[in-house]
């Protein structure tokens, strides 16, 4: 990194990161954390880079609806630089109240070379004298209008009305939103009404021993750092409850990294017990040991396997397995944007490798002890396709009521339980 770069501003920073995220298919979050290392940004500098890299991201659609409407050329035609600095200007007009309107776009103007400086200056000016207005398409092309109005692609948008019905637009405006952050609490070092108090924040609602705060502030990442807390949504805790993992058992979780689910069973075992954390990625593994130690867990146990190839030592002798299975992530775009642009031919291959995983880890449950299923998706194939597959193949397993599940079954909602759209399902194995 020279210099030079280092001395980039918030929003060069986020016009270089964007542009780069166009070409490379990265993901969001890790150009966002490899840009802020590399950078000598100021903590107020650092927020604002990553408002713009995330929000750009997220409403990409409807910028680039907007710049059709006030450009002279057509979008898919501007150069890349061009096309990025719009988008940037258009976005703090829109969505950045305490950006006075000149210096979004007097910034915006300034990211592109002189000789584009006047098309950049022109489209914006005209946005501003139109009172930053635009229209929606028609609405008789009802998944049109939706993918322009939330920025969603309209494939998706598609998949998502088999999930929500009449409530889609809820269920987009909720993936829009800025997610609250979920603290699991470390019982083995403090109560959650300590937390609490520390924090500033709220208990859940909804998922045991979970605060909810608005920002990592200084007190919250000092106790990241002391290991009495670990960042973990509702949705996920909720899953690692419903395996209902108890002192003295074995527990796998067959993939396991980056761990968070293996420290919540590990914790309500009261560090009693055995937890073995797989995952087929070796290298991820040191993130469940390193994550172990600082919150003083001392019964889980790494190994890189692939889920589909159980342990043969392992095999009948597990009193409560997790699953929590690769997946299309559908259910985290309010905290991944990007993931909102994936190919959903790439989505389709999903269930048939699911099922194998669960297929796998079914293996290690022993006669009486339970199975849980999970995704971070909202996906029907993914979910309750590939659980009633399981079922009806394996009827020795059955679905088992649950506190946390109902029925067995449950997929969280954004906009109905307020946390990340989620999966699971809970079974037992007879005897």
């Not at 506190?403 to 339980?417: K, Q």
Request: glycine share 8%; aromatic share 6%.
């Amino acid at each position: 990194m020279t210099d030079n770069t280092k001395k980039e501003t918030a929003r060069t920073l986020a016009h270089r990161s964007l542009m780069g995220l166009e070409k490379s298919g990265r993901y969001s979050n890790l150009e966002v954390n490899s840009a802020i290392m590399h950078s000598d940004l100021s903590e107020a500098d650092r927020g604002l880079y990553t408002r713009l890299v995330y929000g750009v991201t997220e409403r990409r659609i409807t910028l680039d609806y907007i710049i059709s409407q006030y450009s002279s050329k057509p979008t898919d035609e501007l150069d890349e630089d061009v096309k990025t600095a719009l988008r940037l200007g258009i976005y703090q007009l829109l969505w950045l109240d305490r950006v006075p309107d000149h210096s979004a776009v007097d910034e915006s103007v300034g990211l592109v070379s002189r000789q584009k400086r006047g098309f950049v200056n022109a489209v914006l000016r005209s946005f501003l004298r139109g009172g930053k207005k635009y229209s929606l398409p028609d609405e008789s092309n009802y998944s049109r209008y939706l993918s322009v109005k939330y920025s969603v692609p309209a494939p998706l948008v598609e998949l998502f009305m088999g999930c929500a019905g009449d409530e889609i637009e809820d269920l987009l405006c909720a993936m829009n939103r800025e997610p609250h952050i979920g603290l699991r609490v470390n019982r083995l070092k403090l109560t959650t009404d300590e937390a609490v108090r520390m924090t500033g924040g709220r208990v859940s609602d909804i998922a045991p021993d979970v605060v909810i705060v608005d920002t990592l502030d200084e007190t919250v990442k000092q106790g990241l750092s002391d290991g009495l807390w670990f960042v973990q949504d509702e949705a996920s805790r909720i899953t690692s409850a419903a395996v209902g993992a108890k002192s003295d058992e074995l527990v796998v979780d067959t993939c396991a990294c980056p761990g968070g689910k293996s420290f919540s069973m590990a914790i309500d075992m009261e560090n009693r017990g055995v937890v073995r954390s797989f995952d087929l990625h070796a290298n991820k593994l040191s993130l469940i040991r390193s994550g172990a130690e600082k919150l003083g867990i001392a019964i889980i146990e790494t190994a890189e396997r692939d889920a589909r190839q159980p342990m043969d030592e392992l095999i009948g002798k597990a009193d409560r397995v997790l699953c929590d299975a690769p997946c299309s992530g559908l259910g985290v775009i309010a905290k991944k944007p990007d993931i909102r642009y994936k190919n959903l031919a790439d989505v389709n291959k999903l269930p048939e490798i699911q099922y194998g995983v669960l297929c796998g880890a079914s293996k290690y449950v022993k006669d009486g002890g339970v199975l849980v299923y999970s995704t971070c998706t909202i996906n029907k194939a993914e979910n309750e396709d590939v659980v009633e597959r399981f079922l009806r193949e394996n009827p020795e397993f059955s679905l088992e009521n649950d506190p946390y599940l109902g029925g067995g079954m449950r997929t969280f909602l954004p906009h109905r339980d307020g946390c990340d759209g989620f999966f699971a399902a809970k079974m037992r194995k007879t005897k």
